[in-house]
Nanobody
Framework: QVQLVESGGGSVQAGGSLRLSCAASGYTSARICMGWFRRAPGKEREGVATIDSYGSTSYADSVKGRFTISKDNAKKTLYLQMNSLKPEDTAMYYC??????????????????WGQGTQVTVSS
């Protein structure tokens, strides 16, 4: 059973930056795919960025060029560096994982394990 714990959320002004972290446990192989999803009030859950076990990444069009997903396999930690934040980035951000896994995309149905979420609020 994979466990995921997010951290790093908070409040920031538009144009600012935040880095989210997701500490993972409960698995032994590097064959894990991970991703970040978000849900804003009144909106459906949206795939933000994913990274497969080979290190290939996928991004939502709305965050391309501003967000960077990365994974430290030794530390079993997933990151999301968010730059040039906009008010429309305000949402609860969730870390997700699928294991064992080789390839993945932004489809939330591909992920079996989820964290509790961390709130990101961007003010104008």
């Amino acid at each position: 059973q994979v466990q995921l714990v997010e951290s790093g959320g908070g409040s920031v002004q538009a144009g600012g930056s935040l880095r989210l972290s997701c500490a993972a446990s409960g698995y032994t192989s590097a064959r894990i795919c991970m991703g970040w999803f978000r849900r804003a009030p009144g909106k459906e859950r949206e795939g933000v960025a994913t990274i497969d076990s080979y290190g290939s990444t996928s991004y939502a069009d709305s965050v391309k060029g501003r967000f960077t997903i990365s994974k430290d396999n030794a530390k079993k930690t997933l990151y999301l560096q968010m730059n040039s934040l906009k008010p429309e980035d305000t949402a609860m951000y969730y870390c997700a994982a699928d294991y064992p896994c080789y390839y993945v995309n932004l489809d939330a149905r591909r992920f079996r394990y989820w964290g509790q979420g961390t709130q990101v609020t961007v003010s104008s």
